[in-house]
Each structure stands twice: as structure tokens, then as C-alpha cells.
């Protein structure tokens, strides 16, 4: 296990520099500059890019760039928000991003183990029929169309919840973007659930269980639940992903200040220090989403033995 | 000892998500019901006022800082920190006289020294600003090219505070209008000895930031989506200043924004497009006249065709801009034929330099028949029978190109149009570099002057490579006359361009706000990028 942990480690940050070495590249090879500015001459242009050492060989900045890095400075932004040292950005933004995507993971996964599981148990129509209809509408419509629903019923027509995000109220703020995204998670998580617990009920160790006269809700725990968790596990390390990064537009629609809208700001302007430094917290996010879940293989399944020799 | 193992779980996995989506509870308090809310479309991009260069930023920074001269509610110039000014008799001398008794929001003295220094902030390479070429171009401060060039010191700038309340500034060019470029917030002034405490981190948070203006910054963070301030009690003006205090919420979504307006979440919105449309007619709705053209810019260097007079003329007459405003933007532009927009810029006499819209008709108003003429003309002194160009758009401006090029096209036999549409930063490095033939552009005038809207005709620096000797002695000369005399010389000027067909002015551009019942005293600057905010008031309902 610890020899498996090392070498995975080791490859991770072999992955992540080179990463980084590639967006540097290819961030040079984007059109305009940070200091798009019509009415900048060319020569104050040119100051600008000395005063960051933007005029430097590119090896020259990347190496600077990763020495900096390792010192735990990620640079300042140099046109969505000047000279405001990356860390700070990320430190107010990242926690909201991380809140949001975490609370529709959990109750998205809650919802749609609950709905996967209740519908492989009971197998009558009018449950079959409201799973249906609800995977269906989860994975086709998208997140903001029911983030303009809740909008208009519960923000303006009921003034339950406010519409945009409040400082001064931040749990209120947050129910109706996590309701919108929690949809799309219940959907894919219910229909992994459905089909899992529909083969683990089949197996011979549920019929041997019922057959020594264990409790339905004994078989349902112990049994199918646990067993059926295996690839939902899976997808979840994606969905979180997926929702930490791609919340852009219930970040925009409710003026949440995450980091989803920071990264395409980032882009359209240019601000190579912002693009590099999220992506580098991206891929960190997800390479070390991927261990923590084969880890957790280990602990749902005692068969999975990670790095062992075969016996 | 089982169940108390789940019940454990239970709690924590509560606690867990309760901490998870913060847990503080909504400490909204009465006091809001007479605070104005207010609807922003993006997040500041920063607050320090000597970096600010776009208008999100000084839209917010106007809230809390304060300039020598300020624009009051019925858009006249008036001097704000300042008390008076003397011009000497050359022009290239300033003396500002500050009003006694200024003080910063901590409670220390505002002198003329603080405007020496953020001046120098202003163009000291180490501060990184992009509103450099205010200092060096816009207004020509003595020593300032050069120290942004890194001839010379920045000590060298010329501006002294000789005493607490006297400020001089020194011009290499005499400026007629720099009492209007001092209303901008890039020349507010900066406590020295705070700024240099906080260092790099100065205002980049509340506590990192102090204040000159009505009110006091409460609520901050770098791209906040939301902003709060309390009135100054240490503001000159603080009597005047109704407000407890104001909430700026970044509502970029705009039907998110209307429903905000709607449910009283938000008192003050701007409204674009279809929502503005929808919103027409409703006695809530304000329209303010901005210093903002679009227009069409035609490269005089890049295409031989272009050089003809004949040919630009045959273009500008062929652009039906009133069915365009009808039918693609609908709301929010209207059809232009000069270059400065009415309600700009006040002549010496009290008139608006641009009452008459309709003055260039001559050679910009809609004929289709006269421009097939003035084309023909043009194909058979160039001795073609067909014309290629290419017309580089703004990706958000493609639905206008679409239908300037099909008018174009229909009215101008032989003419072959290739859209070239560009995200914001390529299309803005076409125009920089001058890569095009055509290139819808849109310009935003910095202070009230039409010298501000001529800047992209001006020869070398020109974004068009319009390159005329008389136009360039007329804006040499106009930095040296004052008056009436300098009003005729900016009429020369406009007409020049309008005569040579330099550019092609398309739509001017006007910003509607909806305003709840109960608010009053909103107002623009003449150039439509700052709020006027000394006079707002909300009267509880």
C-alpha cells in the first residue's frame, strides 16, 4: 500500500509539471496580449510586459514561474485583476466553488442512491414511471434551465429565497444554485444505483442471505447498498469534477464569486498567471480526487488490494 | 453502543454539511430599508483608483473616492476638492487651490501632496497602470513620456504641492480641457504614507484603502460580486449625502437583474436589448446619453480602393443605419451621422456642440442612389470593375456587420464583403496593428471634449492611418486656443473628417437604467461612464 502510494504520488507530479510546461506553451501561442487595450501605444505595451517579465524567454519564465510555484506564490494577475496576488483570488473564490459543488454532490448522491435503490427494490410502475421521468429530465435538461425555474417560482413569484447571492445571508444564498445542480447528479447517480442493485439482487450470495432468513432491510444495507456503491463511486470523483469546474453558469446567473467564472474571464483576457495557476489547482484537484477514490475502493471492497502482488 | 455509533455519524455528517454551506444565518437588518441596492453588470476589475481602466471599476470607485473638479447632477463642471484653479497666461502652468479642512476617512489631513503622489503612482512604471497615456498623451504633463519611457525619474513628473492646499501641475502642452480629465478617478488623490504601509496589497480590501469620497468602502474582496459602503462622516460634503449607505450587486445575468428590480431586491438596474425593449414605456425607466460611437473604420493605408474618396463616400451613403436601429439593435443605439454625440460637450455659450445630428448628412445620410453613383465613379477611377475588402467585427457586434454587409453589398454593385469575426482581445489587436480594411470599432470618450473622439484619426497614432496635414495642425492648434475661437476649430475639425470620409460614424449610444419608485437624483457624467452620486437619494416606502 505505502510502496503503491509513493509510486502513485511520484507519477502525479511527474503528470502535473508536465501539465504545466504544455499550458505555458500553448498560452504562448494565444492571440493578443494581457494589455489589449487600444489605447495603449506600443511602447507602453512594451513596459507593461518588462515590468512582468513577460519579455523574458519563455524557458526563462517557466522555470522562474515553477521556482515561484514551489514557494507557494502563483504570481499576480495581470488584467482581470492587476497586480492582486493569484493566492488571494483563490483563497476568497475557491471555498464558495468548493461549498457549492460539495453540497450538490452530497445530496444529488443522497438523492439519487435513495431513488436508484427504492426503485430496483420496488418493482411497481408508478415508481418505475417517476424514475423515469425523473433520470430523463435530470440528464436532458440542463442545470440552468432549472436554475431559471427555481428563480422565477421560489426568488420572485414566492420571495422565499433571494436571487442573487447574498454575503449576509450566505445558506439562504446557496439553496437554489446546489437545488439546480443536484439534478443532473441525482439522475446519472440513480440510474448507476438502479442497474447495480438490479444485478446484485440477482446474485447468489442475496438469494443465500434471504434464504437464511435475513430482514429485507438488513439485505438492502448490507448487501445491495454496499455492493451497488462500487461504480457510483466512480462517476461521483467525476460529477465532482465536473461541478466544481463547470458551475460557470449558475455561478453567473446567481453572482456567486466562485472560481468557474474566473477561469474564463481569465482566458478571454488573456491573464496567463490566472489560466496557469487554475489549472494547475484543476488537475491537482483531480489527480488526487482519482487517489482518495481508489482508496476508498479498498475500503467498500476488501477485494480490491492496490499495488499488491497476485498471491 | 450501536445506535449511539450511528447517532454520532448522524450528527457529524449534519454538522459537516451545515459547515459546508457556511452556516451563518441571514443577519440582514432593518437598517437596509433606506440603503439604495444597486445592480452592477460585471465585477470591478480593481478598486485602486490609479489602476483603473475600465468603466465597471470607476463606476465603483466613484463611491468612495473624490477628484479636483467633479460633475454635478445637472452635468455642469464643478470644483469639487478643489477650490478654484489658475491658468497662467502661457497655459502650461495649473494651480489647483485645495478646499480647507479636507480630510481622509481615518481622520488625517487630504493635502496636495497626496494628489503629487498618486499622480506619480499614476505613471511610475513600477504601478503597472494602463491609463498611463492620460498623464502622457491625453493631457501632456511635464516629463511624463519620458519617465514612462524610463528617461527619467518619477520624481521629475511635473506636479508640486509647494504648500498643504496648493497643487501645481506643469504642461509641456497647454490643455483646455484638464479640468474635465480631472474629474476622471485615475486623479484622485493617494495618502502617501498609508499607501506605502499596505504596500502591494493597497485596496485590494477594505482596510487597505482610504477614503475622499461620500462614502466609505464597508465590504470588499478582489472580483467581488458584491460591494457595500457606508456614508463618510470626514466626506467635505457630508451634509449633502443622504444615504446610510449602498449595496453595488453585480447582477450580470440581465433577466436575473429585471427580477431583482422587480421584487424590490434591486433599486437601480440597467437595462439592454430585450429587456429593454419590454421595458419601454414604463415611467420607470431613465435613458442617459454616453460618449460611446460606433463606427466604422476604414483602413486609408491597406487597400488601394479605400484611398478613393469616391469609394468611401459610396460606402458611408449605402449604410441604412435608422432600418438597422430598428430592426437588429432595436434598443439602446441610435442612428448617427457625425462624429460627437449630442449632449456631450457645452460650447461658451451654453449650446450643445452637436445639436444639430443632422449636419453630415451630406455625405453620411442614407442614398441609395447617390452611392451607386459616387461608386461607379470610384470603380472607373481606379479602373475595376469589382471590390474584395475585408471587415473585421467584434464576435458581439456580428449581427450589425451581417446586416451592414448585406446593405452594402445589394446597394453597391461589385463589392465583395468578407466578415472576419474575432474574439474581443484578436479583434482589438487588429485594430491596434491596423490589420484590416474595414473594422467596426466602437469608441468611449474619456473626459468631455470631441478632441477625446477624434483620437483614432490622429496620423501615426491613428487606429485608421488617416493621415492629413491640416487635420493634425488643427489639433496642435487646439490645445493652444480657448473660447469661442477653439469651438470653431473643433467644428473644423469635425468637418475634415466627416468631408474626407475618414471613418464612418454608425449608431451613438445611450444607457437606460429602470429606477424604483422612491429613488432620486441619479445622473451620468456627459460622457456617460461615471454615476453622479452626490444627490442620490431612496425615500422609504
Redo the contacts between chains.
Sequence with gaps: MGRYLRKRILISVSILFLILLILFLLLQFM???P???????E??VE??R???GLDQPVIVQFFKYVGNMLRGDFG?SY???????IT??LV??FPIT??IG??SL?FGTVAGVTLGLVTAFFRNRFVKILYSLFTMLGIAIPSYLFA?FF??FI??KA?LL???????????S?VMP?AALSFSVTAVIARFTKSEAEDVMKSDYVMLARCSGLGSGSIMVKYILRNSLIPVITVMAGLLVGLLTGSLVIE??????GIGG?LTTAI???DYSVVLALSFVYSALYIVVMLILDLVYCVVDPRVRLGGKPE | MKRIKRYLCFCMLFVFLASMLGGCGDNSTDNKLTELNIGIGSSPVTIDPQLISDTGSAQVAVFFTSTLYAYNERRELVPELAESCDVSDDGLTVTYHLKKGLRWSNGDPLTSDDFAFAFKRLIDPATKSNSVYLITDCCRILNAYEINTGEMSVSELGVYAPDDLTFVVKLELPCPYLNSLFTMTNFSPCPREFCNSCGSSYATSPDTVLSCGPYILDRYEPLATQIHLVRNPDYFNADQIELPGVTLQVAADPQQAMMCYSSDQLDIISVSGELAELAQGDDHMSEFSVAAVLTLEINHLSNTALKNRNIRLAIAKSIDRESITRNVSRFGYYPMTRVIPPDYYTETDGTDFARDQTLYDEYMQYEPEKAAEYWAKGLNELGVSSIHLDYVVNNAQTKYAEAIKAQLETNLNGLELEIIPLPAKEWISRLSGRDYDLIQSSWVADYADPTALFQGSLGDGSTNHYFDRDFLDMYDKSFLTYGEERNLLLHKMEDKLMTDVAMIPLFGAEYNYLIADGVTGFQVNPTGTEPVITGLRKELK
Aim: glycine residues 4%; charged residues 15%; proline residues 10%.
Design positions: 492571440p493578443g496580449s494589455f489589449n487595450d487600444a489605447k495603449l501605444s511602447e507602453q513596459a507593461l518588462k515590468q512582468y499576480v488584467s482581470i485583476s492587476p497586480n492582486t496576488p488571494t483570488l476568497n473564490r468548493l461549498k460539495f453540497a452530497i431559471m428563480s422565477w426568488g420572485y420571495e433571494p436571487l442573487l447571492y447574498d454575503f449576509r445571508s450566505p445558506f439562504v446557496t446546489v453567473k446567473m446567481f453572482s456567486i464569486p474566473l478571454e483576457s488573456n
